[in-house]
């Protein structure tokens, strides 16, 4: 479950068990404490009770599941003190029914029957087989073939905090060691379905990354340096830890070593494709915080119907691809030849259109290798599973020929890497059936030939059905009943049956067995021998194949290590291939990656949004160049819907994928390795989480300004929008100051603002360069042009804005002369300039006291001067000194009437309840002459 979506889920100890069961009441049977004993085992997961062909859930259970499986609740020793809710559904459905209860963020234990019931010497031996919770599993239902499914557990410790992550459906397992803040960040990145952490820690754990997330809480042994080292040890049978350079990660190897603690808890015991620790750097990896990786769209989108950056991005062919291209997004690279080396793979491939089309026709021949020998490893793979492994491996071959004749390195490496398995192949398609069936217990599993006894076997099972035949045809011929015939049920076995209305020609010997309404059933000696011998061959031929194919499975284990590598090499082919395809199709270009600290764009576009453009609309490219010398900072201004988010956003998407390796949207693009992006985009409103809007804004700026560096990328939009004018302007202000006068960190920055007044930062601060998006002014109304240019802007086109956006008329129109009256006000006061505002005093202040004085700037043209009303509501707040405080502060006469006038007051009672949305234009004359008529009397 994604960090986004997950439903929260705590789960809940109920006290359940035998003693519950009043003697002598109807659940009072081996059964039911059969059940609650086994139900004692998980007490927190929805037990599913395997009872002949049904799995059944009781009590609290089977109310959840017939909520969330939508079937029916029944009840069982209904009326009396010890009823029970009961409700269940056919084990074929399982398939079904358990992915829905997993995806609901249950976990569910799996019982089933240990001994074929027939056999059974009184109650059926029962076991819970596997525990599947929304981070372990295993099943195709329940997975997501596109992206990872991964078990998280995080240890705080005193210093630093361990984060481990397993999907163990593909045997990738990783750790990680660092701040709570890096930890947050790859919480956010690889979205783990399920977080386990210690029992004392659930506070600190929603403090640090929210209530989100479908968590289980785990003892505090379970935590222990010690026993993670042995877990991990033990398990990887290694002596130490230092093979997988994870051993200095304290808190990690904790974290890690609680994952393999929860598997074995979940009866996950066959590990063996969990072969390595990985060790998630921090320092190899672009940082993006988590509000960088939210806001930028890479993996999620932020609003329902939103497109995230992967939706255009992902072209590739196999699951494989596609989870590591998510992978790739979320980790750019920072290392320039590591980029390099993806980016002239690419080249090669967009170049070479032959090549291109042969590996995609390979890749599409793979279905999800890495998946289907996890299976193996956990010795949970189907005949039809294995079919499709020795496929996959099938279209391997060619693959590897074709890149090893590329003439590309990195794709002839590839290609070393890729090995067919071909006797594993082989040895599967000699063995299964080409129509085996998903289960080994019924027979058909295997091909003729495979082994003489099972030929034997099979030719008397079969040969036995034909007797029965016979038998039946000769019975008819002799007894002269033509409607004789022999049947199977699973209580008698073979029978013949006779409609009652012959039952007088049955011989004597026939032995009777069953009365039916309207016929009787019968077995014969011949019968009973022939059965026999059938039955026993049938269930000698199952023993048989379940052997020789468990034996096919364990050889397929010594394949394992191969595999993977094999699904690895497959997945960066694959990922490299959809960014040549991408490349080719969107018109991208190569960039220039190096070490230099130049950032330099060229009729760049935004990835995503130039995809969702209607017909016939194309998207406006743009220029940005941001260096450490002369353009650090780059302030844009322009009206709202001018295109400066979108400005912001793709520059960043650029540089990220730009560092994936992938080609770029743009004519021509210079990288100097960015190692930090920062985005605040938008005032996102966390009103849910019980933070304002504003204390959100500041609480992401404020970790950007603590963590910048000399390569950071930074990109502000709209900060300070949060809070009023004055509070805005002045963070506003101070932040560019501060991104230009930090001594140890020149980081570029993109800085989107409505307050025009902050272009005059650049009078004072030599980095800093005014651009705006241009808009065209015409009749009253705004063209956007979407091209940016040097300099600043004067307008904020806020009221345009609002008439655009479908603003009643009327509230435009005030809005209009609040403006005017504002700016009258602010001329007249700057002509006598005798008496400042408040406004002037601020900015004027931060001049001084950053040792430099700026003219002071048009409140004509503030913002809340476009949008009206917060201006006329704004309050007069305290000030800095005292010459300014007795300063009066001039009145803005927004009243158009004076309210002792009884005319007019009528009038202002008349428009006040006027509803203009609604008038027709006539009503309209009719109105304004009742209008005229009152200011007449
Ligand atoms: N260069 C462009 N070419 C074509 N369409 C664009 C371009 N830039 C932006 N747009 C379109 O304009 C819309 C508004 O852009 P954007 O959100 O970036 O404006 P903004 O200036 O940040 O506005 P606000 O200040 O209200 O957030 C986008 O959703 C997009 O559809």
């Not at 240890?155 to 361990?162: D, L, N």
């Not at 019968?527 to 499975?553: C, G, M, P, S, W």
């Not at 300039?833 to 001084?848: A, G, H, I, R």
């Not at 202002?908 to 949305?917: G, K």
């Amino acid at each position: 479950m994604s960090a986004t979506a997950a439903p929260k889920k705590q789960f809940v100890i109920k006290s359940v068990g035998p003693d519950h069961i009043a003697p002598g009441s109807p659940v009072d049977t081996p059964l039911m404490k059969q059940y609650y004993l086994l139900k004692q085992q998980h007490p927190g997961a929805v037990l599913l009770f395997r009872v002949g062909d049904f799995y059944e859930t009781f009590g609290e259970d089977a109310v959840t599941a017939s909520r969330i499986l939508d079937i029916t609740l029944t009840k069982r020793g209904g009326g009396t003190p010890n009823e029970i809710a009961l409700a269940g559904f056919p084990h074929h459905a399982l398939d079904n029914y358990l992915p829905k209860l997993v995806r609901a963020g249950q976990r569910v234990a799996i019982c089933d029957q240990l001994e074929d019931p027939k056999q059974a010497k009184g109650l059926v031996k029962r076991g819970i087989t596997e525990l599947v919770t929304p981070g372990v599993s295993m099943h195709d239902n329940v997975l997501e073939r596109r992206s990872n499914n991964y078990l998280a557990a995080i240890h705080f410790g005193k210093a630093e905090a361990g984060i481990s992550f397993l999907d163990i459906s593909t045997g990738e397992f990783l750790v990680a060691q660092g701040t709570l803040d890096y930890l947050g960040k790859l919480l956010q990145n690889f979205s783990p379905a399920e977080v386990l952490f210690c029992k004392k820690s659930r506070n600190e754990f929603e403090q640090h990354f929210g209530p989100d997330f479908c968590t289980y809480a785990l003892d505090e042994w379970v935590f222990g340096n010690d026993y993670a080292h042995d877990t991990l040890t033990r398990h990887f049978k290694t002596t130490s830890l230092k093979g997988f350079g994870v051993d200095t990660l304290k808190e990690g190897i904790i974290a890690a070593g609680c994952i393999l603690h929860y598997l074995a808890e979940t009866k996950h015991s066959d590990l063996g494709h969990v072969a390595s620790l990985g060790r998630l750097e921090e320092d190899k990896y672009v940082w993006l915080d988590r509000f960088t990786v939210r806001n930028l769209e890479l993996v999620h989108a932020q609003h329902p119907g939103g497109v995230p950056l992967i939706d255009v991005l992902d072209q590739t062919l196999t699951p494989m691809g596609a989870r590591l291209l998510r992978k790739w997004i979320v980790l750019p690279l920072k290392e320039v030849s590591q980029i390099q080396r993806r980016l002239d793979t690419v080249a090669a491939l967009v170049a070479d259109e032959e090549l291109l089309a042969d590996l995609t026709q390979h890749l599409r021949q793979i279905n999800d290798l890495e998946r289907l020998i996890s299976k193996v490893a956990v010795r949970r793979v189907n005949p039809r599973e294995l079919l499709q492994l020795a496929r996959a491996l099938e279209a391997i071959a060619p693959m590897r020929e074709r890149l090893a004749a590329s003439g590309v390195k990195a794709l002839e490496k590839l290609a070393d890497q890729l090995n067919p398995c071909a006797n594993l192949r082989q040895e599967i398609l000699a063995k299964i059936k080409p129509d085996a069936p998903l289960l080994t217990n019924q027979g058909g599993v295997l091909n003729p030939g495979i082994d003489a006894e099972l030929d034997e076997l099979r030719a008397l099972a079969f040969s036995g059905k034909d007797y029965l035949l016979q038998l039946q045809q000769r019975e008819q011929r002799s007894t002269g009943i033509s409607s004789l015939k022999v049947a199977y049920n699973k209580v008698f076995g073979y029978y013949l049956e006779v409609t009652n209305a012959h039952k007088d020609k049955v011989p004597v010997e026939w032995i009777r067995k069953q009365t039916l309404v309207n016929a009787e059933r019968y077995v014969t000696e011949e019968l009973k021998t022939y059965e026999e011998k059938i039955l026993n061959a049938e269930e000698q031929l199952f023993a048989i194949e379940q052997r020789i194919y468990t034996d096919l499975v364990l050889a397929a284990l010594d394949f394992v290590p191969q595999i993977q590598q094999n699904a690895r090499a497959i997945g960066v082919t694959d990922c490299l291939a959809s960014f040549a395809l991408t490349a080719r199709q969107q018109r991208y270009v190569q960039p220039v990656v190096n070490d230099g600290t130049v950032l330099d764009i060229r009729a760049g576009r935004h990835p995503v949004i130039e995809r969702q453009l209607p017909p016939g609309e194309s998207y406006i490219p743009n220029d940005i160049c941001l260096n450490q010398d002369e353009q650090q900072i780059v302030v844009i201004t322009g009206p709202n819907m001018a295109g400066k988010s979108a400005l912001l956003r793709q520059t960043a998407l650029i540089v990220l994928l730009a560092q994936i390796g992938s080609f770029v949207p743009a004519d021509a693009a210079t990288v100097g390795i960015i190692d930090k992006i920062f985005t605040r985009v938008g005032a996102s409103d966390n009103l849910s989480k019980g933070e304002s809007t504003f204390m959100v804004e500041m609480t992401e700026t404020a970790s950007i300004l603590n963590n910048l560096s000399d390569r950071s990328l930074v990109l502000m939009d709209e900060i300070g929008r949060g809070t009023s004018t004055y509070d805005g302007i002045s963070i506003a202000w101070a932040i560019v100051e501060h991104l230009h006068n930090n001594p140890k960190a020149k980081a570029k920055t993109l800085f989107a603002t409505h307050y025009h007044e902050l272009n005059q930062l650049a009078d004072d601060c030599p980095r800093v360069r005014n651009y705006n998006v241009a808009v065209k002014e015409a009749d009253g109304r705004i063209l956007f042009l979407r091209k940016l240019q040097a300099g600043g802007s004067e307008h904020s086109f806020g009221i345009h804005v609002a008439r655009l956006a479908g603003m009643p008329t009327s509230v435009v129109l005030r809005a209009n002369e609040i403006m005017h009256h504002l700016e009258v006000e602010r001329t007249s006061a700057g002509a006598e300039d005798s008496v400042p505002t408040e406004f002037d005093d601020l900015l004027d202040n931060l001049s001084k006291s950053n040792g430099h004085r700026n003219a002071p700037p048009n409140l004509a043209n503030a913002p809340e001067a476009a949008v009206g009303a917060e201006a006329v509501a704004a309050v007069p707040r305290p000030r800095a000194t005292s010459a300014v405080a007795t300063a009066p502060r001039p009145t803005v006469q927004l009243s158009m009437f004076e309210p002792s006038d009884p005319a007019l007051e009528r009038i202002r009672e008349l428009l006040q309840h006027l509803d203009i949305n609604t008038l027709t234009p006539i009503e309209a004359l009719m109105k304004l002459n009742e209008l005229k008529l009152t200011l007449g009397r």
